[in-house]
């Protein structure tokens, strides 16, 4: 598992440090049960919780992240006539904003004389 920890946390039983620990900046942000996470900071530092068990810890939040995007796209890997109908759509609608847009700047800047 090749995600950057602490450099000095050799062995499991070796205090961690948290700070410029990538895995735990993304726990930060993922990891929705804060107190838990938090005593296994402590462990952490104190000693005795090694790096594969935190990058686990991360990957199955990822994972639990990740599936309904993957699910849904799935999903729409089955309808590409629908992803198509929404692309044209959004296509239209745009040409359309992106065209009055143009008018104000041909306007603002004096070379709408075409």
């Known amino acids: 598992m090749d995600m950057y920890t602490d450099p000095n946390h050799i062995h ?19 990891d929705e049960d ?32 990740i599936s309904p995007i993957r699910i849904r796209r799935q999903e729409f890997a089955k309808k590409p006539e629908y992803i198509e109908k929404i692309l044209r759509e959004g296509t239209e609608k745009t040409q359309v904003i992106a065209k009055e847009t143009m008018k104000k700047v041909r306007e603002v800047i004096k070379i709408n004389y075409f």
Not at 18 to 29: K, M, P, S, W
């Open 34 to 65: 804060k107190e838990e996470l938090k005593k296994i900071k402590e462990q952490y530092r104190r000693g005795g919780l090694g790096d594969v068990e935190i990058k686990n810890r991360l990957i199955n939040i990822l994972k639990n992240v």
């Open 12 to 30: 499991a039983s070796d205090p961690g440090k948290i700070e410029g620990n990538v895995v735990f900046t993304y726990l930060d942000i993922f």
